[in-house]
């Protein structure tokens, strides 16, 4: 994906809503992470309710998978999982956060491609990202930023971070499923229905 399109995602309301959505009645267990709270909690809890559901997929899916695209010219699986991680590197150095020593932006995405490689550079850029936002003041997050021709504050390259990570867990997900791997969150749901008391 191109730096315009990743602007497009950001500035576009129903992207956010949609994407969203994708995660359904799976959102993750957990509330508002310890120690944060207002709107850089909010983000953080949605953060990392895409990084869960993309680290369960990351797992769930075959090694075998990886290599596996819908069509010709269009991202595998792995480059799904790394696109995210470059995303995850790359946008903060706009704000002033720098990335990995050695991260290139631009190639990032194909530097990696057996599973046990991707899965690390995932959870590390989430941990990497998270942390960045974890340290940010609130006042540094209202601090004018500009990045891919769009003038908005620091906080606006989490947003963008934000709903760019459940975009492509809504593409992963579609994945999974055309290669017959059900999310993992889904079965568990599943396995608790059955459980249920019938009415």
């Not at 509330?31 to 983000?43: D, F, L, Q, R, T």
């Amino acid at each position: 994906m191109s730096h315009r399109s990743l602007f497009r995602i950001a500035s576009a309301p129903i992207a956010l809503a949609a994407v969203l959505i994708s995660g359904g009645a799976a959102f993750a267990d957990d509330a508002m992470p310890a120690g944060a709270s207002g709107v850089k909690g909010e983000i953080l809890m949605w953060i990392e309710d895409a990084q869960d559901k993309l680290t369960q997929l990351a797992e769930a899916i075959p090694e075998s998978k990886y290599g596996w695209s819908p069509d010709k010219g269009v991202r595998t699986v792995g480059e799904i999982f790394m696109h995210v991680s470059a995303a995850n590197y790359g946008i903060p150095t706009f704000i002033g956060v720098p990335a990995p020593t050695g991260f290139d932006f631009g190639t990032y995405e194909q530097t990696l491609t057996k599973k046990a490689d991707i899965m690390k550079s995932l959870k590390d850029s989430f941990a990497h990202m998270e942390g960045a936002l974890e340290a940010m003041s609130d006042a540094e997050m209202d601090k004018p930023a500009e990045f891919f021709g769009m003038k908005t504050t620091k906080r606006g390259a989490f947003l963008l971070l934000l709903s760019h990570a459940h975009e492509h867990l809504g593409q992963a997900i579609a994945y999974a499923r055309s290669n017959r791997v059900t999310p993992p969150w889904t079965l568990k749901q599943q396995a608790a229905e059955a459980k249920a008391p019938k009415k």
